[in-house]
């Protein structure tokens, strides 16, 4: 079955730099990968999204990509605000709409 | 996400019974999804639907059943088999484009 491995679990940056969290899957079906921001205390939300026919999309301060070949994607914040502060998780839809979840990166964001 | 509802919010359990998570959408989503959410250890699939009457298991499933005998309706039941209960479970349900819609959450606690 699918298996998504996330780095780093722990990122500290200063307000305005740039955070890149890293994931991996297994399953080379896998077709859909959903990043998700949860906030102390809510439900976890999409913030983007990349389909496997994309190598990169970007939403202001925002980018994921993806290298089909090496199963892995990431995601990019620019000029981060402390307000990007969260727990931030990939995810990975493969066969039978299965979606399995990394074990989220705690992002910090010091003013 | 305000289409798909969790109930209680707070749920306690005595130590060898049965108890029963409530999740309810208004979305028309054909997919649904139960995850377990612990400390450092990401979302965890407990078990998921693609369709009404129909669903598998997920990587954590021991210890828990479901039932989808309606399309907006997916509970969620954590029996005595499962030896350590206390955590926060989410429900989700997906779109036909593979989006996540999580409810509130529900935090169960063995006293």
């Known amino acids: 079955g699918e298996n998504v491995e996330q780095h780093p679990s722990t990122l500290s940056v200063q307000e305005g730099d740039s955070a890149v969290i890293k994931c991996t899957y297994s399953d080379s079906a896998s077709n859909y990968f959903p990043w998700y921001k949860q906030e102390l205390g809510k439900r976890p939300q999409l913030i983007i999204d990349i389909r496997s026919n994309v190598g990169e999309k970007k939403d202001q301060r925002i980018a994921v990509t993806l290298n089909k070949t090496a199963k892995h994607f990431s995601l990019h914040i620019t000029e981060t605000q402390p307000e990007d502060s969260a727990v931030y998780f990939c995810?990975?839809?493969?066969?039978?709409?299965?979606?399995?979840f990394g074990t989220g990166t705690r992002l910090l964001v010091s003013p | 996400d305000g289409g798909i509802t969790q109930s209680p919010k707070y749920l306690f359990r005595k130590e060898g019974q049965n108890v029963t998570l409530s999740c309810e959408q208004n979305l028309n989503h054909d997919a649904m999804y139960w995850y377990r959410q612990d400390p450092g250890q990401g979302l965890r699939l407990i078990y998921y639907?693609?369709?009404?009457?129909?669903?598998q298991k997920g990587d954590i499933a021991e210890g828990y059943s479901v039932s989808r005998e309606k399309k907006e309706s997916f509970p969620l039941t954590v029996t005595s088999a499962q030896k350590n209960p206390t955590a926060f479970y989410l429900c989700a349900s997906c779109s036909d484009r593979g989006i996540a819609f999580f409810g509130q959450g529900t935090r169960l606690t063995v006293v």
């Open positions: 995810a990975a839809r493969g066969g039978f709409q299965k979606l399995v």
């Open positions: 639907s693609q369709i009404v009457n129909d669903f």
